[in-house]
């Protein structure tokens, strides 16, 4: 497995090949280029933070029980059908499948 810093370098390389940028290209934003290397350094180490504790979550989910027992309607799960009018789906999954989608959405743009 790659340490920290060498998957460090390793989104550094894509995020300035992904964006065409280059920490010391033409900039108007007033920023010395140590400065620019420094936020480009704290994004990076968020981003790869961000996506560790997604990948801790997602895996947190598939062990762990987070059903509710509780329709997102407000019913109970057990006995709600598809004659209550809608599909039943338990609000725990619910939620934290949506969660995953919205980090997962986040982290690819």
């Given at each position: 497995?790659?340490s920290f810093e060498q998957l460090l370098?390793?989104?550094?390389?894509?995020?300035?090949?992904?964006?065409?940028?280059?920490?010391d290209g033409p900039w108007d934003d007033?920023?010395?280029?140590?400065?620019?290397?420094?936020?480009?350094?704290?994004?990076?180490?968020?981003?790869?933070?961000?996506?560790?504790?997604?990948?801790?979550?997602?895996?947190?989910?598939?062990?762990?029980?987070?059903?509710?027992?509780?329709?997102?309607?407000?019913?109970?799960?057990?006995g709600h059908t598809f004659y209550d009018?809608?599909?039943?789906?338990?609000?725990?999954?619910?939620?934290?499948?949506?969660?995953?989608?919205?980090?997962?959405?986040?982290?690819?743009?």
């Open positions: 497995m790659p370098d390793t989104y550094r390389d894509r995020v300035i090949t992904r964006s065409g940028a280059c920490i007033g920023l010395e280029a140590a400065a620019r290397e420094e936020l480009l350094e704290r994004h990076i180490t968020m981003t790869l933070a961000f996506r560790t504790l997604l990948v801790q979550v997602k895996t947190m989910s598939q062990q762990l029980p987070i059903n509710t027992g509780t329709c997102c309607c407000g019913s109970p799960m057990e009018g809608h599909q039943p789906r338990d609000e725990g999954e619910y939620f934290i499948t949506r969660a995953i989608m919205a980090a997962e959405e986040a982290l690819d743009q």
